[in-house]
């Protein structure tokens, strides 16, 4: 069989390295991808990534509103795709999509499945400290990621590593992994495998309510919110009235036993007493201010030990 005739369903930054690949490997036939959304204080329309980069390349795309507009399925229909390949759209297929593509419709998972099931798994992988994740090429069914497995690939996460890290390398593992499962598909050499029915987790949305740190809960867990949230959201304490962002920080020990939330310590850097450990920031950033290295934000702002992290 020669190049499959694909259209490529996917949306943020995540997807660009599966559509290249796609682009180059296939006949990338067409593109689906979210319609522009409000970013930013004056809500300026923004396109996504998958959009912006479909434009540069000369490949025809679309922005449907609604999944299961009749003349947006007499597109697909219209574009004899062979396959459709998703990553990280940002809807679940109806069966009136999954039921147009000649051979399948395959979906790039950026967890080892059934952990992590959903539109965050990156996110939730840090959040709860798990060492190692990866890439699930699975075979796409109704449901929300519980199609059966066609490739898996694993890696560990870094104990410093953050979710818009970690999304980089996993959506490069996840173009090579795509690109593997289709040359077997061409050889008719898939062999589909059910998820197991042990192990099933789901990773909802993260939200900005998510962000605010609790300082009673135990330092890693702390440090992992941080990693997990950024770069889409930065975790933050309140400092003299004013959101004090965190873009890095690390687990430290500290023999004293101060109430949680105190500064207690501020000299080359600033630690924070969790409820178990304390909490090292590494970089901050002011609300309104642009994000610094906490050594040179100590240079120009004078933290008082004893100061309580607390609304």
């Given amino acids: ?169 996993l959506s490069a593992l996840g173009a090579d992994a795509l690109k593997i499962v289709l040359e077997r598909l061409k050889k008719n050499e898939l062999s589909p495998t059910p998820q197991p029915t042990e192990g099933i987790t789901y990773a909802p949305p993260i939200k900005k309510e998510m962000a605010k740190i609790d300082w009673s809960r135990p330092a890693q867990r702390i440090v992992n919110l941080t990693r997990g949230l950024y770069p889409t959201f930065c975790a933050y304490a309140s400092l003299a009235g004013k959101r004090l962002l965190i873009h890095r920080a690390r687990v430290c020990e500290w023999p004293e036993n101060p109430e949680a939330g105190t500064i207690i310590s501020a000299k080359d850097s600033i630690i924070i007493k969790a409820g178990d450990g304390a909490v090292e920031l590494l970089e901050v950033q002011l609300e309104g201010k642009r994000p610094m290295y906490v050594k040179s934000f100590l240079l120009g702002h004078t933290i008082e030990i004893g100061t309580r992290l607390i609304d």
């Fill in 1 to 169: 069989m020669g190049r499959l005739k694909v259209i490529f369903f996917g949306t943020p930054d995540f997807a660009l390295p599966i559509v290249c690949m796609l682009h180059e490997a296939e006949n990338l036939t067409a593109i689906v991808t979210q319609p522009d959304k409000p970013k930013g204080r004056g809500l300026k329309l923004e396109p996504p990534p998958v959009k912006t980069w479909a434009i540069e390349a000369g490949v025809e795309f679309v922005q449907p509103e609604k999944i299961r507009d009749p003349e947006f399925l007499s597109w697909l229909e219209s574009k004899g795709a062979n396959i459709f390949c998703v990553a990280a759209y940002g809807k679940i297929l109806p069966k009136t999509v999954l039921d147009i593509p000649r051979l399948s419709c395959i979906n790039v998972h950026a967890s080892l499945l059934p952990r992590w099931r959903g539109a965050a798994p990156i996110n939730w992988a840090i959040i709860k400290g798990d060492r190692t994740t990866g890439i699930t090429i699975m075979q796409m069914d109704e449901g929300m990621d519980t199609g059966p497995m066609l490739y898996q690939v694993e890696t560990g996460i870094a104990p410093d590593e953050r979710a818009g890290e970690l999304a980089s390398r």
